[in-house]
């Protein structure tokens, strides 16, 4: 794991002060799943140990195991020659910022089907997004939807 700074360009949307970041993480993965887990193991005791979103770690930690699956499953194919990026910032004021970026050509985000209605209920995939968006704050999608922002105050 990286702790150096990403670009401070990275955060600039959410107004995320470089002076005032208690946790800068930049994490790259091999896009394989049994390189997920321990990621969002190492960020989230980065995380726990800044103590920057107390009580709140448990819908970050399933937040970021979807998001860091999806880009690994979706956008990189399960191709272990990609590389996922996974950038986190943590201030007092904020929260916590979490950037998942893939290798992929996208998505439209607003075609994903509800899987709570009709037949997608009995689906045995296509829920992550869903408990992403509710256990998030904020969730935007950027660069055709191979880039996800996530926050939590």
Known sequence: MDSGAPSTG???EYDFDPEKLRL???VTLAASRESVSPVVEQVMDAIRSVKCVD???DAIELSLQE???NAVVHGAKEDPSKIVECLVACDDERG???IVRDPGTGFDPTAIPTCTLGESVFSDHGRGIFLINQLMDEVNFHRNGT???MLKR
Do not use: D, S, T
Request: hydrophobic share 60%.
């Open 10 to 12: 990275q955060f600039a």
């Open 147 to 149: 880039e996800i922002h």
């Open 96 to 98: 916590v910022l979490i």
């Open 67 to 69: 998001a860091l699956a």
């Open 55 to 57: 009580g709140k770690a």
């Open 24 to 26: 800068r993480v930049r």
